[in-house]
T-cell receptor, first 113, second 112 residues
Framework: AAGVIQSPRHLIKEKRETATLKCYPI?????VYWYQQGPGQDPQFLIS???????DKGSIPDRFSAQQFSDYHSELNMSSLELGDSALYFC????????????FGQGTRLTVV | KQEVTQIPAALSVPEGENLVLNCSFT??????LQWFRQDPGKGLTSLLL?????REQTSGRLNASLDKSSGRSTLYIAASQPGDSATYLC???????????FGKGTHLIIQP
């Protein structure tokens, strides 16, 4: 069965650079979530989209932005990168928003040097 | 603000034992609770989803229960195997497209 696809799997950037992470949800899933997991930490919710509209916002820094496109894929744009942004970034998708199971991608490991 | 706590933080048991992982949450107004498995540096694999109206869910050797009123969930693993070694995370959903609130996980090691 198709799963959530994230690209790239690994990314190395320098401080103050910009990064774009991509997420392709499971076919027919209309809701996408982004999470950040720092080393040894639990995943922290960043932002979500339902039917291409921003739905909820968590602890996403102002330097980050995201959107969901007409084909339901989503991109997380990160600017002015800081060392503390080094983390595993997960995307998850679900069908609808009520009582639905969230399926996670394998994540993008971002290293800021 | 929802807070999720998992006990114990780490657990090491011999192969074949049955074990229980605990999860508690502060806000009982959840839509569902989901248990995940995470291998080191890897993604999150969904194990079980319990709707707020349900009391338990089973999948193979795994059984998860939910008691909303007391803010608790447990994951029961029967006849543990070395391949079960991983970090187990529980996460509570507040509904809508709210993100999941995760616990810090239980790091489980099954000794061969």
């Amino acid at each position: 069965a198709a799963g959530v696809i994230q690209s790239p799997r690994h990314l190395i950037k320098e401080k103050r650079e910009t990064a774009t992470l991509k997420c392709y949800p499971i076919p027919r899933h209309d809701t996408v979530y982004w999470y950040q997991q720092g080393p040894g930490q639990d995943p922290q919710f960043l932002i979500s989209f339902y039917e291409k509209m921003q739905s909820d916002k968590g602890s996403i820094p102002d330097r980050f932005s995201a959107q969901q496109f007409s084909d339901y894929h989503s991109e997380l744009n990160m600017s002015s990168l800081e060392l503390g942004d080094s983390a595993l970034y997960f995307c998850a998708s679900s069908l609808g928003t009520l009582n639905t199971e969230a399926f996670f991608g394998q994540g993008t490991r971002l290293t800021v040097v | 603000k929802q807070e999720v706590t998992q006990i114990p933080a780490a657990l090491s048991v011999p192969e074949g034992e049955n074990l229980v992982l605990n999860c508690s949450f502060t806000d009982s107004a959840i839509y569902n609770l989901q248990w995940f498995r995470q291998d080191p540096g890897k993604g999150l694999t969904s194990l079980l989803l319990i709707q707020s109206s349900q009391r338990e869910q089973t999948s193979g050797r795994l059984n998860a229960s939910l008691d909303k009123s007391s803010g608790r969930s447990t994951l029961y693993i029967a006849a543990s195997q070395p391949g079960d070694s991983a970090t187990y995370l529980c996460a509570a959903s507040g509904g809508g497209a709210d993100g999941l609130t995760f616990g810090k996980g239980t790091h489980l090691i099954i000794q061969p």
